[in-house]
């Protein structure tokens, strides 16, 4: 038999559509959908190959039970039962909140929706968190302070026409690639192109201007940029005066900025500021786009806060091309933190806390909810090494692998008494589990994911699931044995999901079936918005807020005389599970690498492939050296996709008092020569 299964990528925030080829229950090939709003008909080299990993021979397919450090497979009844004992137990020993879920951006949306249910209404707690976490959560909690909602305003069919993009700390040709080719459409229109990375990524090539600013420096950079804005007068008074507050504190904040006091701190010439900051100023339509080198810091919230300052200075937000562009990173990361799978919000970003908000889910779920916020990943983390945290249910997450520094982690996971991890292969997290329980990837699922440009889209079942369930089923199936009956149905899972949470309200699986909607949906006939804060902010009047240089928490020194920052390549995703599982992604860039700049690696005495040690206050690995100047002096940078050569050894877990996320991008490191 053979059929055409139309469904949403896996991989990034983007949302590219295709179809699954299937024939006789195997799935042979990827075909693009030429109709589908986000991809139309492109897609990137994972994207082509989204199906090999799927029935890969290493995929698991029963659940293990770890008796004596060792996994035995056993059945799905007493895998099963076994979890569901062990989590009463430990809840009627300890109490709800010594218990946490990770939910997982792989996942679908009802799925997650599951999850956060799970936690709340059938554990108890309001420990539930995701890998947000590790990556836009300072998006979140920035932009909610300065607008009132914490997604991307506007959407990506505004960029091929934009006079001017800013993109810093984003790298869409490797990790969004298919925005990247609107970028690169946006350019051939002629469109002003400014970058603004430690490292040369390819988008600079083809830049108006490229800024090599130092890792860790940004909020120098952007405030310099309004301070010369101001100066020029350049900024949109009416804008300033009709839809913002809070001005004159931020005037006050970006005085000692000045382009040349800036430089010092950014390593950039004064000039290509003042360049950067008129030609952002004086477009008609600019707009930022950013990611993870401006999150993943510790003044990740305010390296955020900083950009929609520069935005509402400019007028650059709050109507059609123009606006903030956080390259959301996984496939349903906006749909994980729209669900609610955070440890202070239900579905909807409603507050945990909210009496009002509480009484409503109590009532639909019939029971009594917990009151406190939560634990964020990062103290999930702390709370078991202090032994405070007794068990963790993990869905779709090898923090192992992902999360900073990877000792640490490792002791915190081996401190609990029970760990549970749903996985599709055995993780490093996996291992250090007492039971795996099997899920199921993408292909064999009905569902939603979210992109980027918040965009609720379908994903379709091609094969039935290879362990049989698939993860929405399995927490179903633990909850009924914990006394909880949920809905299975995914279409009315999202029903439900709509029915309480009101920027989803007019969602459905029917209103969905052929290019999906953007949220906010507030009704049933409400065709979606491509474009937040128009007229008004969601806040209300947009809030300057102002923000200071602060370097990060480690700096180079003596003994660790460099920055090490951390990224992403175009053929590998994250953890490698699925991306090192497909030989034609393998075949580039193998092995793990370390980028040092010609003149330390001459200074060092090393030429490109030679093995080099890295070594932080962390820990240390041994890879080979690519001597290149994408970076300049003083700055190495690491991809963090191998398994066996694990970069995160390295990275530093100092995070954001805020958002609470890791400084994966600066820390201090050293090298030595083998
Ligand atoms: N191919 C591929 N695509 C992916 C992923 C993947 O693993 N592989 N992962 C997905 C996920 S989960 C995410 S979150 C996104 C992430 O997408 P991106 O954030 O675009 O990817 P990164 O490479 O982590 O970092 C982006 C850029 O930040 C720069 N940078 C580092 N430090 C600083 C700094 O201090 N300031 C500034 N301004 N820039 C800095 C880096 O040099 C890099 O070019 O990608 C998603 N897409
Ligand atoms: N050094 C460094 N480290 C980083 C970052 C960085 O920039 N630098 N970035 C951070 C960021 S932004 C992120 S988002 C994290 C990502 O960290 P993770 O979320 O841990 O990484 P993924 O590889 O996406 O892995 C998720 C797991 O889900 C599994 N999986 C996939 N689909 C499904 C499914 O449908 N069901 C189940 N049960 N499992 C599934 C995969 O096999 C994989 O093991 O990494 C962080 N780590
Ligand atoms: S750009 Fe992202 S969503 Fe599109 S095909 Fe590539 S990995 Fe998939
Ligand atoms: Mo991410």
């Given at each position: ?168 700390g ?28 430690p ?16 890792p860790g ?75 993870l080198g401006m999150t993943e810091h510790?003044?990740g ?251 990060p ?10 920055i090490l920052s951390t990224g ?83 990275t530093n ?9 890791g400084e994966y991008k600066a820390c ?7």
């Open positions: 038999m053979m059929k055409k299964v139309l469904t949403t990528c896996p991989y990034c925030g983007v949302g590219c559509n295709f179809y699954l080829d299937v024939r006789d229950e195997r799935i042979v090939g990827v075909i693009p959908a030429k109709s589908n709003p986000v991809s139309k008909g492109y897609l990137c080299v994972k994207g082509w190959h989204a199906h090999e990993p799927v029935q890969h021979p290493d995929r698991l397919k029963k659940p293990l039970l770890k008796e004596n450090g060792r996994f035995k497979e056993v059945s799905w009844d007493t895998a099963l039962d076994y979890v569901a004992k062990r989590l009463k137990g430990i809840k009627d020993k300890y109490g709800p909140d010594s218990l946490a879920v990770c939910a997982s951006a792989r996942c679908t949306n009802e799925e997650n929706y599951l999850m956060m249910k799970f936690a709340r209404a059938v554990l108890g707690t309001n420990n539930v968190d995701h890998c947000a976490r590790t990556c836009h959560a300072a998006t979140v909690s920035g932009l909610n302070q300065s607008f009132g909602s914490g997604a991307s305003t506007n959407s990506y069919d505004e960029l091929p026409y934009m006079d001017c993009i800013l993109i810093i984003s790298n869409p040709t490797e990790a969004h690639p298919i925005v990247g080719w609107r970028v690169r459409t946006a350019i051939d229109n002629g469109a002003k192109v400014i970058v603004c990375d490292r040369r990524i390819l988008p600079a090539e083809s830049a108006e201007l490229y800024i090599q600013q130092y420096t940004d909020i120098a950079l952007i405030n310099a940029m309004i301070n010369f804005i101001l100066k020029e007068n350049l900024h949109d008074k009416e804008f300033i005066e009709k839809r913002t507050e809070g001005f004159d504190e931020l005037r006050q904040a970006v005085s000692d900025y000045t382009p040349e006091s800036a430089a010092e701190i950014t390593g950039v010439e004064p000039e290509a500021i003042k360049k950067a900051a008129r030609i952002y100023a004086s477009s008609k339509k600019a707009c930022i786009m950013y990611s510790t003044v919230t305010n390296n955020i806060i900083s950009m929609a300052n520069l935005a509402m200075v400019t007028g650059h937000v709050g109507k059609e091309f123009s606006g903030l562009y956080p390259m959301r990173g996984q496939n349903n990361v906006q749909g994980a933190c729209d669900m609610g799978a955070l440890p202070n919000v239900f579905s909807g970003y409603q507050s945990v806390t909210d009496g009002e908000v509480r009484k409503k889910f109590e009532s639909a779920w019939g029971v009594k909810l917990p009151e406190a916020a939560g634990l964020t990943l990062t103290d999930m983390m702390f709370k078991a090494i202090e032994g405070k945290l007794k068990c963790f249910y993990i869905i779709g997450e090898d923090q192992v692998r992902t999360d900073p520094d990877t000792h640490m982690i490792e002791r915190a996971l081996k401190s609990l008494e029970f760990l549970v991890v749903h996985e599709i292969f055995l993780t490093e997290t996996a291992k250090l589990a007492d039971v795996v329980l099997p899920g199921a990837s993408y292909a064999e699922k009905e569902g939603t994911f979210t992109c980027a440009e918040r965009r609720f889209q379908r994903v379709r079942r091609a094969i039935e699931p290879i362990s049989g369930k698939t993860d929405g089923d399995i927490i179903i199936e633990v909850s009924k044995r914990l006394g909880y009956e949920m809905e299975s149905e995914p279409s009315k899972i999202c029903d439900e999901m709509a029915s309480l949470s009101p920027i989803y309200s007019g969602v459905s699986f029917e209103r969905i079936e052929e290019s999906g909607l953007q949220w906010p949906v507030p009704a049933k006939d409400h065709p979606g918005t491509p474009v937040v804060h128009l007229g008004q902010f969601r806040r209300g009047l947009g809030k300057f807020i102002p923000v200071t240089h602060k370097p928490a480690e700096v180079p020194d003596r003994e660790y005389p460099f992403r390549l175009l053929f590998h995703y994250n953890t490698g599970t699925m991306t090192t599982r497909v030989s034609n992604l393998l075949r580039e860039f193998p092995r793990n690498f370390v980028e040092i700049n010609p003149d330390d690696a001459k200074a060092i005495g090393i030429r490109s492939n030679a093995k080099v040690k890295v070594v932080t206050r962390r820990g240390e690995l041994v890879v080979s050296a690519q001597v290149t100047d994408k970076v300049k002096r003083r700055v190495i940078w690491m991809p963090f996709h191998y398994s066996n050569e694990p970069t995160n050894v390295l877990s100092a995070f954001d008092p805020v958002c609470r996320t201090a490191a050293k090298i030595e020569k083998i």
